[in-house]
Every structure is written in C-alpha cells, then in structure tokens.
C-alpha cells in the first residue's frame, strides 16, 4: 500500500507560487507584462495559475489575462493507452498573437505534458515568448524542457 507523503505544507506553497510572482514581475517589465498572459494546464495547472495572478495583481496591480488549456488529444501516448484520457475545458479568451505566455502546471517530470501543451498552444496562434512556471521540478527529463 502506498503511504501518501506531505511534500508541502500551505505556508510552504503560499511561498513558492509568491517566489514565482516575483520571478515574472522581476524578468518582465511592466511594459511587457501588459502584453503577457497566463496559461494554465489542465487540472491542476490551472488553480496555481489562478493564484499567481492575483499575486501578480497585488504587485503590480495589473490583472493579467487567463486561459486554461486540456493537452489530452496532444498527448504522445494517446493510441497507446487502454483508457482515451478525460478532457476538460481549453479557454483561451484572448488573442495570443505577439503575447508573451506564462505556462503554469504543478509538476515539471518528463516534459512530455509541457510539450503536448505547446503543441496545443501553437493551434491558438503564434505568442511572442513562452515561459514556464511550476512548483515542483522533479528533473527526470526527456525532452529539453525548463521551468
């Protein structure tokens, strides 16, 4: 039986999404940040997308832009699996063209969720930049991908 082990506790995620905020506010201007928007990956992605935001709102008082994105139809292991995944919701309400995007996702492993997800980015149009933001990076890489 698997033993569910804590890696955070609240306080310690409350900082981590904070040292993220920071990190975006402090490589991007603010000219560039009214040109940036975040992106966050289904499920999980998607909530610590949110809370970066408002961190973001707080800083700088600038409300950026936020869509959310489902990556299972671009999945390279979709013909491979017993189960076809469960999708959910891809809201981009906002034109990306020229944008800088932040992607967020809760957990950087293989790259392989990342990948799928510029796969599915670059059906919305062609950004600017694209950074990535995680909380957890267990640096066990197959394709060259960094937060």
Avoid: W
Avoid at 6 to 28: H, P
Avoid at 84 to 94: D, H, V
Avoid at 129 to 140: E, F, N
């Amino acid at each position: 039986m698997r033993e569910d082990k804590e890696l955070y506790n609240g306080d310690k995620i409350k900082s981590l999404i904070g040292n993220i905020s920071d990190a975006i506010c402090g490589e991007f201007p603010v000219k560039q940040l009214s040109k940036t928007v975040l992106i966050g990956i289904q499920l999980k992605g998607v909530p610590l997308a949110a809370r970066i935001r408002k961190n973001i709102l707080d800083i700088k008082n600038i409300d950026l832009p936020l869509g959310t994105i489902d990556i299972s139809m671009y999945r390279d292991d979709i013909g491979f699996r017993k189960e076809i995944s469960r999708t959910y919701e891809t809201s981009i309400p906002f034109d990306i063209e020229d944008k800088t995007i932040i992607l967020v996702d809760d957990v950087l492993h293989t790259g392989r969720t990342i990948r799928a997800a510029l796969d599915a980015i670059t059906d919305y149009g062609r950004p600017k930049l694209i950074r990535l933001a995680v909380l957890i990076d267990r640096q066990m890489r197959e394709f060259p991908i960094q937060a």
